[in-house]
């Protein structure tokens, strides 16, 4: 069965930079949920949208933001990085329908020099 | 505040038992519950979740257990397997597109 797909896997970015990170959904999902973990954490919730708009917001730093678009897959932009943004980032998805399932990618690493 | 708490950082089980991990949460607003499993360096994988208003879920080898009162769930995997091996995250949500609010884990360990 088709998965969340998350790209790039894995990302290396100097401090102040800048970095999008890209999430595409189960096909027919019309919902797609960001976290961020950092180290031996665990994963905190940034940011949701549902057809393509944003649904809930966690923990998002002002630097990141992030949209759906038409086809139902989103980005993060995350601008002036700093060496703390180092983690894994997640993307789910899941179906209006069925809220109670959000099914994970296999995360971006992200790493701040 | 930690409004999701897993209080076993680690469980050892033997192959064949039954493993039972808990979860206590604080927040009465939480709709949803559910499991993930996960490895290092991977994606959460979904196990089971159950409803608020349900204090019994099953699916297969795992059974999730809600009791309201006690703001407590439990997860039983019966039998234990090797595979099961991994760290197992209890989240919570409300409804909608909320996000998951998540334990800090428990790292199941199946002994042969």
């Known amino acids: 069965a088709a998965g969340v797909i998350q790209s790039p896997r894995h990302l290396i970015k100097e401090k102040r930079e800048t970095a999008t990170l890209k999430c595409y959904p189960i096909?027919?999902?019309?919902?797609v949920y960001w976290y961020q973990q950092g180290p031996g954490q665990d994963p905190q919730f940034l940011i949701s949208?549902?057809?393509?708009?944003?649904?809930d917001k966690g923990s998002i730093p002002d630097r990141f933001s992030a949209q759906q678009f038409s086809d139902y897959h989103s980005e993060l932009n995350m601008s002036s990085l700093e060496l703390g943004d180092s983690a894994l980032y997640f993307c789910?998805?899941?179906?209006?329908?069925?809220?109670?399932?959000?099914?994970f990618g296999p995360g971006t690493r992200l790493t701040v020099l | 505040d930690q409004q999701v708490k897993q209080n076993s950082p680690s469980l050892s089980v033997q192959e064949g038992r039954i493993s039972i991990l808990n979860c206590d949460y604080t927040?009465?607003?939480?709709?949803?519950f559910l499991w993930y499993k996960k490895y290092p360096a991977e994606g959460p994988t979904f196990l089971i979740s159950i409803s608020s208003i349900k204090d019994k879920n099953e699916d297969g080898r795992f059974t999730v257990f809600l009791n309201k009162s006690a703001k407590h769930l439990s997860l039983h995997i019966v039998p234990s397997q090797p595979g099961d091996s991994a760290v197992y995250f209890c989240a919570a949500k409300g409804g909608g597109a909320d996000g998951l609010t998540f334990g800090k884990g428990t790292h199941l360990i199946i002994q042969p």
């Open positions: 949208f549902y057809e393509k708009m944003q649904s």
């Open positions: 789910a998805s899941s179906r209006a329908e069925t809220t109670d399932t959000q099914y």
């Open positions: 096909p027919r999902h019309d919902t």
């Open positions: 927040n009465s607003m939480f709709d949803y």
